[in-house]
């Protein structure tokens, strides 16, 4: 009998679709985070980026889908059915599945994290149109830039995870799930499983399903090219990251945080992490890149004690101006 990593390790090839050029140990590239300027002076502030809960964002839907469709594609597996090989395994399968479904949904999905960004052209210093107007407050806001050949991993069992999207209609992404479950079907079918072992089957499935969640959007979206670095909270064991949950206020209520410190922590990051590191430029919204609001924003980074940031600073040449009232 395999022990329980070994087995697991079996159900790599859940993961043969994910693209190494897609992924933070192959690409290194320029990630543009649209915000608003209020959220810059905290950024600067307290030397951190905010991650927002999926939850609480406009792709819950995605984040819903992903993981609800995947349930229903497992049960609705024949595939997997036939190669469990009875119907009592198949009910173990079914129930360690629940089990897995709800510790997730109970314990770890609140404090699930998201921090978006999207591809940056190194020579671009006037960002997206359609990314100022859905997320740069209309063009009022900024753009942090981040570099990301700047990031080093302090352990490579980091609950972060940096990925690029993967965009799919529906469709494809209705399949993809039914594929996942025809993939494990024939590792089962494969190698012999244990009873006591098919709980770990659940398991390796529904946590591909959870990271396609996580990293796949509808097609509609895909002109945005965006990147995602995810805190999956299941996998923090040493939980070095929980001192960093937080909050904030909005229009919308409270809403969960993880408030990532872009400064040396212990065990979490490398020990020259700084903003003046992992910053490459700030670029100012095209409604906001005036010379008055250029010298403004530089003024607020230098007095804020972060002179090297004050110096990256550029402005929007987009010739988009705020709608008359």
């Avoid at 009875?86 to 009910?91: F, H, L, V």
């Avoid at 040396?264 to 008055?292: F, Q, W, Y």
């Avoid at 250029?294 to 090297?308: A, D, G, I, Y």
Wanted: net charge negative; glycine share 4%; aromatic share 10%.
């Amino acid at each position: 009998m395999l022990d329980q990593r070994k087995f697991i390790a079996l159900f790599d090839p859940l993961y043969s679709d994910i693209r190494p050029e897609h992924q933070f140990n192959v690409a290194r590239p320029l990630l543009a985070h649209y915000t608003s300027m209020d959220v810059l002076e905290k950024i600067v502030t307290n030397n951190e980026l905010w991650f927002s809960n999926p939850l609480f964002m406009n792709d819950l839907e995605e984040l819903r889908f992903g993981i609800l469709k995947g349930v229903q594609s497992i049960r609705e597996s024949g595939a997997l059915k036939i190669a469990l090989g009875s119907e009592a395994r198949w009910e173990v399968f079914l129930k360690s599945l629940d089990h897995y479904f709800r510790e997730f949904e109970e314990n770890h999905a609140f404090d699930t994290y998201v921090f978006c960004a999207s591809q940056h052209d190194p020579n671009d210093n006037d960002g997206v149109l359609s990314m100022w107007r859905s997320y740069g407050g209309s063009g009022n806001g900024v753009a942090v830039v981040i570099d990301t050949a700047q990031l080093n991993v302090a352990s490579p069992s980091t609950p972060l995870v940096l990925s690029k999207v993967v965009y799919a209609s529906t469709q494809q992404r209705e399949l993809r799930l039914r594929e996942y479950c025809e993939q494990a079907a024939a590792i089962i079918s494969a190698n012999q499983v244990p009873e006591d072992q098919i709980h770990l089957v659940s398991f390796a499935l529904f946590d591909r399903i959870k990271l396609f969640a996580l990293f796949a959007k509808h097609k509609g979206f895909e002109e945005e090219h965006e990147w995602r670095a995810v805190y999956r909270h299941e996998v923090d064991f040493d939980k070095r990251y929980e001192p960093m949950f937080g909050y904030s206020l909005s229009s919308r209520g409270v809403e969960p945080k993880l408030k990532f410190r872009v400064s040396p922590v212990h065990g979490v990051t490398a020990d020259d992490l700084s903003l003046e590191k992992i910053v490459n430029r700030i670029v100012l919204g095209p409604t906001t890149s005036s010379m008055l609001s250029h010298k403004s924003v530089v003024r607020m980074l230098n007095l804020l004690k972060h002179p090297l940031l004050a110096d990256r600073v550029v402005a929007s040449t987009i010739p988009l101006r705020p709608l008359a009232s």
